[in-house]
Structures are given as structure tokens and as C-alpha cells.
């Protein structure tokens, strides 16, 4: 059973910085990708950032672009999003999923592509 943990959420003001951490569990996940998305009040979910566990390729929404990285610590299990640069539009609950990654890293951007999912961090940019 696959079970993902997200944790470092918090209040911010605009232009500072937070680092989520999704801890994951339950297999082995050399052939998996780790996805970030997230929901504001009253909006769809929506994709933030990708990594593939074997390579470390990454994909990332225009949105967040040169302002989070995400990054994976293979040898525990543990994959980062930090965020800087944050704007009030950032707010959100902020996810982490897990899926199988069969090609390129770039087709698993929607949430119907992944099937396992944490519980969720909030994250509050205040301006």
C-alpha cells in the first residue's frame, strides 16, 4: 500500500519561501513519478511539478517556473518542492501523488494520471 505523507506548510508573506516534503512508502519507487498539485478555494486541482524517481527528470506548470524546484531524495524515499518567490496566488492546499511513469515524464499532468495521493499541506501567502 502506497502511502505519501506532505509536510512543511505554513503562513508566509509574498515573496518568501517555504520547502514541502512528500515522504512515500509502501513499494519501491525506481519506476514511479512523484507529482505536486494544488487546490485553492473554489478551483480545480491543478499541476505544479513532476519528478521521475529513476533519472530525476522534472516538469513544471508555466505558473511556477523558475521559482520551485523540486528535487528527490532517493534513499529516503522523500521529494521536495521549494518555493520561493511566492505570490498570494500560491495559496493553496498542496499535494503530492505518486504514479507509474510508462514515457515521458511531460504526459503526467493531470490528476487523472496519478493514483495515489497524500492528505494534503496548506500553504498561505499573505501580501
Known amino acids: 500500500q502506497v502511502q505519501l505523507v506532505e509536510s512543511g506548510g505554513g503562513l508566509v508573506q509574498a515573496g518568501g519561501s517555504l520547502r514541502l516534503s512528500c515522504a512515500a512508502s509502501g513499494r519501491t519507487f525506481s519506476s514511479y513519478g512523484i507529482g505536486w498539485f494544488r487546490q485553492a478555494p473554489g478551483k480545480e486541482r491543478e499541476f505544479v511539478a513532476a519528478i521521475r524517481w529513476s533519472g530525476g527528470s522534472t516538469n513544471y506548470a508555466d505558473s511556477v517556473k523558475g521559482r520551485f524546484t523540486i528535487s528527490a531524495d532517493n534513499a529516503n524515499n522523500t521529494v521536495w518542492l521549494q518555493m520561493n518567490s511566492l505570490k498570494p496566488e500560491d495559496t493553496a492546499v498542496y499535494y503530492c501523488?505518486?504514479?507509474?511513469?510508462?514515457?515521458?515524464?511531460?504526459?503526467?499532468?493531470?490528476?487523472?494520471?496519478?493514483?495515489?495521493w497524500g492528505q494534503g499541506t496548506q500553504v498561505t501567502v499573505s501580501s
Open positions: 501523488a505518486a504514479t507509474r511513469v510508462l514515457t515521458s515524464l511531460v504526459y503526467y499532468s493531470s490528476v487523472e494520471d496519478y493514483g495515489y
